[in-house]
T-cell receptor, first 115, second 117 residues
Framework: DAKTTQPTSMDCAEGRAANLPCNHS???????VYWYRQIHSQGPQYIIH???NNETNEMASLIITEDRKSSTLILPHATLRDTAVYYC????????????????FGTGTRLQVTL | EAGVVQSPRYKIIEKKQPVAFWCNPI?????LYWYRQNLGQGPELLIR????????DSQLPKDRFSAERLKGVDSTLKIQPAELGDSAVYLC???????????????FGPGTRLTVL
């Protein structure tokens, strides 16, 4: 599985955009980039995923570089409720649904949103 | 629509005692996962079910851990006997599990926090 590298922690002022980087230099051509977050005492929450095009949903935007070796999750207007650990995951993509289904979590980025 | 339901939310037991966790996945989700999350770490997969079949249990410590999903819906994870090192959060997740879908998003429950004394 391709590994990801994320900063251990980041701070962001409320109302500002939070930009969370992720390096995945060994990603292969058909592996997806997934982002989850985990608020304290809750289970991980799905945010967004993408293959090579930029993606946007009601929660966030995902920007993937052209070479796919890195990506950035953008929370456009961070609030205190966005304080959480954010996980960037590269998910194997295979005709074998066993490997396709596995999520390998790292230690993530702890985002602290402050007033 | 209800999310993944887990119970209990918290459990405190003494070592060598048995413990069981229950999970009810999102309605219609064929695939069910159990993860374990140690303090300060990301979740790690223990076992994955496709309907009632365990298709990936390579990370499940089979000497003391067992799991079942008899009717392909809810599932139980058991530890017997529990050890101090089993203290962790046990998370259940589910996904549609449609064959051939490469982007089968997993949805997690709130987890059960186990403390073994």
């Amino acid at each position: 599985d391709a590994k990801t590298t994320q900063p251990t922690s980041m701070d962001c002022a409320e109302g500002r955009a939070a930009n969370l980087p992720c390096n995945h230099s060994t990603i292969s051509g058909n592996e997806y980039v997934y982002w989850y977050r985990q608020i304290h005492s809750q289970g991980p929450q799905y945010i967004i995923h993408g293959l090579k095009n930029n993606e946007t949903n009601e929660m966030a935007s995902l920007i993937i570089t052209e070479d796919r070796k890195s990506s950035t999750l953008i929370l456009p207007h961070a609030t205190l409720r966005d304080t959480a650990v954010y996980y960037c995951i590269v998910r194997p993509n295979s005709v074998n649904t066993g490997t396709a289904s596995k999520l390998t979590f790292g230690t993530g980025t702890r985002l602290q949103v402050t007033l | 629509e209800a999310g993944v339901v887990q119970s209990p939310r918290y459990k405190i037991i003494e070592k060598k005692q048995p413990v069981a966790f229950w999970c009810n996945p999102i309605s219609g989700h064929n695939t069910l996962y159990w993860y374990r999350q140690n303090l300060g770490q990301g979740p790690e997969l223990l076992i994955r079910y496709e309907n009632e079949e365990a298709v990936d249990d390579s990370q499940l410590p089979k000497d003391r851990f067992s799991a079942e999903r008899l009717k392909g819906v809810d599932s139980t994870l058991k530890i017997q006997p529990a050890e101090l090192g089993d203290s962790a959060v046990y998370l259940c997740a589910s996904s549609l599990g449609t064959s051939g879908r490469y982007t089968d998003t997993q949805y997690f429950g709130p987890g059960t926090r186990l403390t073994v004394l």
